[in-house]
């Protein structure tokens, strides 16, 4: 009788481990992969609003830079006019802005992913307490004392 409770147990605990690692630690890696990309499009957005801050501060109308066209390999760019810019607004469209236009497009946006990284974050730590919830199910199972 005792060995088939521990038989049963056992089965048990391999389900619980299973759960945990096929279905719980493969959605965390996933749900921090998705919120790094969108710390990645804030950072971008927040350079790009520096710079377009950075050009109206200084008054800069023309500009000369030095744009890497892929693999290490650079080309040197003169605009004649830095007035008006174009920002990637998703799906392959750019669209045409005037530096405040940009700046009011950027803060919307900066808002727009301040929520999706809190949203991820809350994910992020749901699934963290249910593995632990899952792995003090085990520990319960196992008869080991809680630390």
């Not at 056992?10 to 690692?21: C, I």
Request: hydrophobic share 40%.
């Amino acid at each position: 009788m005792e060995e088939i409770d521990a038989r049963l147990r056992q089965e048990k605990v391999k389900k619980f481990e299973d759960f945990v690692d096929r279905r719980l630690k493969p959605d965390l890696v996933k749900a921090i992969a998705q919120r790094d990309k969108v710390f990645q499009q804030q950072k971008v957005f927040s350079d790009l609003k520096t710079n377009i801050e950075s050009l109206e501060k200084n008054g800069v109308t023309r500009l000369r830079s030095m744009v890497n066209l892929g693999s290490e390999v650079y080309v040197q760019a003169d605009v004649p006019d830095t007035r008006r810019i174009f920002v990637d607004i998703g799906l392959g469209f750019h669209v045409e802005f005037t530096w405040s236009e940009a700046l009011e497009f950027i803060s919307v946006r900066e808002a727009r992913l301040a929520r999706q990284i809190d949203e991820y974050t809350h994910l992020i730590a749901n699934i963290k307490a249910q593995i632990k919830m899952v792995c003090e199910g085990i520990r319960e199972l196992l008869q080991i004392p809680a630390e």
